[in-house]
Structure formats: structure tokens, C-alpha cells
């Protein structure tokens, strides 16, 4: 690989703990701030560690009867209007936590783009979108590798691969009435009509995303048919021309059975050989033999090209494949919670250890300057999101002197008359997350 290059993204390339360590790192607090800042950071992510496991279990809760791999099923089955209204819970809290995970929403126009056009692999390939009652593609990670490619022996060439370093993909398949009606036997297809399939990939070329489809088809392109069909040409002119005589007794055969003997006597052929049954029963058999092993060893040869082509599309999958199915419900519950996680606190040191009071669109750039200068990374930092969570975490200082019923909740953070933001003290901070962590579930009688 010559080169790399990757687009600003609102994604933050480095751990949670790491982001902890850069900001204590500046040395802008205390020691005692300092342990405050990480016991905020610790209920902080606790918090969020409840709010998404929620939301998995939601998700996983609607996904059985599309969950191509269940090993378990529901006591009573969906009513049509319930199996609509699972397969949107599902299809939309996946895409909450993929927007929380910081991906990009990749248009379907955008992959049918895709479709007759190569990178890595030399394939012509077909999707049949219309076996799709959805189709959901998020992305994290535009950029271009450098490669160099072997052309003609010692011939290389260079060439730029725009890639999609992560990729997810969800398909909810038509019902096997929709099959059905195409006459074609669910027993053949790759897949199950009605379930719905999810995809995670790395490192995907662009232009090779219609190779995650399982209803993906493949054949050779016109070069490869050239070069496959140019040498059968080749190897069937002589094959022919040894054959000639043989054909032409036959040819006269057919002539002499349809009375047609002026015809035979252009072909200068025999009528005794022509008459005669065995000498005609040979060459029939030569013929045949002749022209059979040629189109066997042809087809032998098809299939070879096919076989190579669809190894090359498992291997560069598999290396490349990192969750299926429900798995990738998992895994994308752990991003969206890392991110948020991150970017609430940046936002919140930021505020705390700021000099002066910031707008958003302040705040915005000094975050992503601060980034660049401590670690080089460019970074599209999403300020709304975690400007808008800080905001609804709402709780209680509870005080000694007012009852819990008299104390006001109050958010983490608020704007004032001139729209700049300002967050709670280290203090107050860790009472309000405490109070609504406490305050979680409400079998204490408590009214949130």
C-alpha cells in the first residue's frame, strides 16, 4: 500500500479510557478534581452501559422470528399486524445505534452503483433488489488505498481503491409467497425468505459492495469471455476440419432420405457410403464423440473459471467478515455506547475547564483543535448529540434542609439568555447522575 487517505467523520479513533487520560493529561485539574472527573467519567458510562443494554434486549426480543439462526422461537406467533410492527422496532433501533455509533447512512442508489462494475475482483455481478422488503447500509470510514496489481506477467500497475474501512448491511427478505409465485424452490435458494440478514465488514472496495448480497449473482466479464471463448474457437477449427468428411456423410445421408440427389452430387460424396447404414452409423458416432469431448472439456473449463471466481469472492469475505446476524447487535451496542460515552465527555471537560463561557459551535472547535494538537487527528466532531444528552440527564440535589419531593430536578447542562452552555460542577455533577442511576427502575415509589 503507497498510500492512505481518510475523510473527516464525526467517529473518535481511540478508546474511551484513552480520551479520560488525554484530558487528564492537560493537567487542569486538581489531584482532587481529578478523582472526581473519574468517578463522573465511571457512573457516566455505567449509566449509558444500562441504557443501551435496554435497548439490546428490546431489539433481540423483536428479532426472533427474523433471526435466520434462531435456535428458539415464540410461544405464541406474531399476529401479521405485531410481525410489521417487530420488524420496524427492529429496523429502527438498529439504525438508533448505528447513528450512535457515529456511521453514515450509505443510500441504496449509491450500491446499486456498485452493481457492473469491478475493483478487486474481476466479476460481472447482478442483485435482484426487488427480493428486498428492506435494505439498511451504514458505513464508518471513507477512504482510498494505493495498490499495486499484477498485469501480463512482470507488468504492474498501480491503481486507487476508494474503500469503506467498516460496513453493515441489513436485508429483510420478501415472504417465500413472493418466491413462490417465481417459480422458484426455497430449498435452492442461499437464503430464507421472510428472515432478516445482517453483515459487518472491513475494508470493503466501494465497488464491491453488491458482493455482500446473498442473492448475488456471478458470471465472467466480456474480457474473460474473450479469453475463454477466443481459444475454444481456435481448438474447434481444426477439430472441424478433421471431421469434414464425416459430416458430409451425414449431411448426404439426410439428402438421400429426402430424395435430394442432385444435392448429393455436389457434396462428392459416394452414394454407395451414403446408402450404406454402418458407414453412416460411424460417422455419426465419430461426430458425436468428437464434438461431445470438445464441449465437455469447454464446459470443464467454464466451470474451472467459476469455482476460481467464486474462491476468490469466499476469501476475500471471510478475512473480511467480522459479525453476522444477531452478533452484530452486540457489537454495535458497544460501539454506540463508546462513542457516546467519548463525546459526552469531551463535551463536559471542555465546559468544566474552559475560561470563559462557549456557544456550541465554539465549544465545536476547540474540541476538534484540541484533538488535532494532542493526538493529529482530524476529526468532524458531532456537538449536538452530546450537547443534547448532557441536557436531558435530569436529577435531584437532595440537601438535608429541603425534602425530596420539594427539590427541583435540574439538567447537566443549560444555556443561558445568549446561548452559551455551562455544565454542573464536578460535585453536583456526580449527585445528579447518581440520583438518576438510583432511580433507574421505580419499585421504590419514586416517580421520575
Not at 132 to 148: E, L, N
Not at 212 to 227: A, C, E, G, Q, Y
Not at 275 to 287: E, G, K
Not at 391 to 400: E, F, P, Q, S, V
Amino acid at each position: 500500500m503507497a498510500e492512505e487517505s481518510r475523510n473527516r467523520e464525526a467517529f473518535i479513533p481511540y478508546r474511551r479510557s484513552d480520551i479520560i487520560k488525554l484530558c487528564l493529561d492537560d493537567d487542569r485539574l486538581n489531584a482532587a478534581e481529578t478523582q472526581k472527573f473519574k468517578d463522573f467519567c465511571e457512573i457516566l458510562s455505567s449509566y449509558y452501559h444500562f441504557r443501551f443494554h435496554k435497548t439490546l434486549e428490546i431489539i433481540k426480543d423483536n428479532y426472533v422470528p427474523f433471526n435466520p439462526n434462531a435456535d428458539v422461537e415464540a410461544l405464541v406467533p406474531p399476529s401479521f399486524e405485531k410481525y410489521d410492527e417487530m420488524e420496524s422496532t427492529v429496523v429502527d433501533g438498529f439504525e438508533h445505534i448505528l447513528e450512535r455509533a457515529n456511521y453514515i447512512r450509505l443510500p441504496e442508489y449509491d450500491i446499486k452503483q456498485s452493481l457492473g462494475q469491478t475493483s478487486l475482483i474481476d466479476l460481472r455481478t447482478e442483485v435482484d433488489f426487488d427480493e428486498f422488503d428492506k435494505v439498511v447500509c451504514y458505513y464508518r470510514g471513507d477512504s482510498y488505498k494505493t495498490i499495486t496489481q499484477k498485469k501480463f506477467f512482470f507488468w504492474k500497475k498501480e491503481r486507487r481503491i476508494d474503500i469503506f474501512e467498516r460496513i453493515v448491511l441489513l436485508i429483510k427478505f420478501k415472504e417465500a409467497a413472493y418466491f413462490g409465485a417465481k417459480k422458484e424452490q426455497t430449498k435452492e435458494l442461499k437464503f430464507i425468505p421472510g428472515k432478516m440478514y445482517l453483515y459487518f465488514y472491513k475494508n470493503i472496495p466501494k465497488l464491491d459492495i453488491d458482493l455482500l448480497f446473498p442473492n448475488v449473482t456471478t458470471s465472467m466479464t466480456w474480457k474473460d469471455r474473450l479469453l475463454f471463448g477466443v481459444p475454444a474457437i481456435g481448438a474447434a477449427i481444426p477439430l472441424i476440419l478433421k471431421a469434414l468428411p464425416n459430416i458430409l456423410l451425414l449431411v448426404a445421408a439426410i439428402l438421400f432420405a429426402l430424395n435430394a440427389q442432385p444435392l448429393v452430387e455436389q457434396l462428392e460424396v459416394e452414394e454407395n457410403q451414403a446408402r450404406n447404414i454402418m458407414p453412416v452409423l460411424v460417422a455419426t458416432l465419430s461426430l458425436g464423440m468428437a464434438l461431445g469431448g470438445f464441449a465437455f472439456k469447454q464446459y470443464s473449463n467454464y466451470k474451472s473459471k467459476r469455482i476460481k471466481f467464486q474462491k476468490d469472492v469466499t476469501e476475500t469475505l471471510f478475512f473480511k467478515n467480522l459479525g453476522n446476524n444477531d452478533s452484530v447487535f452486540q457489537t454495535f451496542i458497544d460501539l454506540a455506547e463508546e462513542e457516546e460515552c467519548k463525546e459526552i465527555i469531551l463535551v463536559y471537560y471542555h465546559l468544566l475547564t474552559s475560561n470563559n463561557s462557549l456557544k456550541p459551535e465554539e465549544l465545536d472547535a476547540r474540541i476538534e483543535a484540541w484533538m488535532q494538537k494532542k493526538v493529529g487527528t482530524t476529526i468532524n466532531f458531532d456537538i449536538n448529540g452530546p450537547l443534547d444528552n448532557l441536557a436531558n440527564i435530569r436529577g435531584k440535589l437532595i440537601t438535608n434542609d429541603v425534602s425530596e419531593e420539594n427539590t427541583p430536578e435540574i439538567p447537566l447542562l443549560e444555556y443561558d439568555n445568549q446561548g452559551f452552555c455551562n455544565v454542573l460542577p464536578l460535585n453536583d455533577a456526580k449527585k445528579v447522575i447518581d440520583y438518576v442511576w438510583d432511580n433507574a427502575f421505580n419499585y421504590n415509589g419514586i416517580s421520575l
